[in-house]
């Protein structure tokens, strides 16, 4: 049991080490993110009809760090603004499923080649969904009232204490919305690490399409952020699970949920809701399929653990830095909530 326990904590520590110099230069550049590209900026883009608005939706969507729950007000906010039905579902679609932050988290963990192919999948889901948006729903014409006028904080001209108001978002405020989502993924990476057994999944779910369809139907319902979802589907890969199988469930997994499913259908209507799961489950599967098959055909390992060379002095105290920046912000957090 001493033995179980002390290898549960062993890789609990070496994955985040591995992953918190790339977390918290993911966290910087979400915090400059949060002040360069505001609200009223995305708004002002993402009306009218054709396909320029819904790539740029998509185009804005993939850096922002917003889980499936969290980009739902902010979407909302969008289509109550001006925002078509088809630039507020590529928004919702491509968003959730990766950020800055998660693909700095992708590369530490999966390798470059996930790391580029995660975003692109991302975008290219937004692209799809809202057009079928457009197409289905006609929401590709302009609305005939004018956006009403933006008065939230974000969207104020106010220019002092850019910094400051960065730093805290990207250190404060996006650890504090992932922080315990993301100490529980890496301490269920690190069960799995512990608990599974070399090659099972490859053995019990095989290398197709049913292990993906599997993982298609476990991420769906579930709430995962796209950040603590990647040593996850690291350490399910490392016990047999193909790439494709794991990023199945890396789409699925943060861009869907019960709670925004439900939003959406009462928010935008039924017909919009079906087309939104139905476009992450196709594009997900189609995904893994498409990136199993260039890892064979390529003969290359996708998710191969890349190493970087950097001094472990530095990956240790960036894991207490870490450590620092998640445990302050949900104390911060259960303070306030008890005040």
Excluded at 40 to 62: C, D, N, R, T
């Amino acid at each position: 049991m001493v033995d179980f326990v002390k290898l549960i904590i062993t890789d609990f520590w070496d994955t985040i080490a591995e992953m918190s110099p790339y977390l918290l230069f993911g966290f910087f550049i979400a915090g400059i993110l949060s002040v360069l590209v505001s609200q009223q900026l995305v708004e002002k883009h993402l009306g009218g009809g054709g396909l320029w608005p819904l790539l740029k939706a998509s185009i804005f969507g993939v850096p922002l760090p917003l889980c499936s729950c969290g980009v739902i007000p902010v979407s909302m906010s969008l289509h109550k603004h001006g925002a078509s039905k088809g630039s507020t579902i590529a928004f919702l679609l491509s968003t959730p499923q990766t950020g800055v932050d998660s693909i700095f988290v992708t590369l530490s963990l999966l390798g470059p080649v996930y790391a580029v192919f995660r975003p692109v999948a991302a975008l290219i889901t937004g692209l799809v969904g809202g057009t079928l948006v457009d197409v289905f729903e006609q929401g590709g014409k302009a609305r005939k009232s004018p956006p009403e006028k933006c008065t939230d904080e974000c969207c104020s001209g106010e220019k002092n204490g850019k910094v400051v108001r960065g730093l805290k978002y990207g250190f404060m405020t996006l650890p504090r919305d992932i922080g315990k989502a993301m100490l529980l993924g890496l301490g269920i990476a690190a069960f799995i690490s512990a608990l599974v057994p070399d090659g099972y999944f490859a053995e019990k779910l095989g290398t197709g399409i049913f292990a993906m369809v599997v993982m298609m139907f476990l991420g769906i319902p579930v709430y995962v952020c796209a950040t603590a979802s990647v040593p996850v589907a690291a350490a399910l890969i490392l016990k047999g699970l193909t790439p494709g199988a794991a990023l199945v469930f890396l789409m699925t997994g943060p861009a869907t949920n019960a709670a925004s499913f439900i939003t959406i259908w009462k928010t935008l209507g039924r017909t919009t809701a079906i087309i939104y799961l139905a476009t992450v489950a196709g594009c997900a599967l189609l995904g893994g399929i498409l990136l199993d098959l260039l890892a064979t055909s390529a003969d290359i390992d996708i998710a191969i653990h890349p190493h970087w060379m950097l001094p472990d002095a530095v990956k240790y105290a960036s894991a207490v830095v870490l450590l620092a920046v998640l445990g302050y912000a949900l104390f911060s957090k259960t303070k306030n909530h008890h005040k």
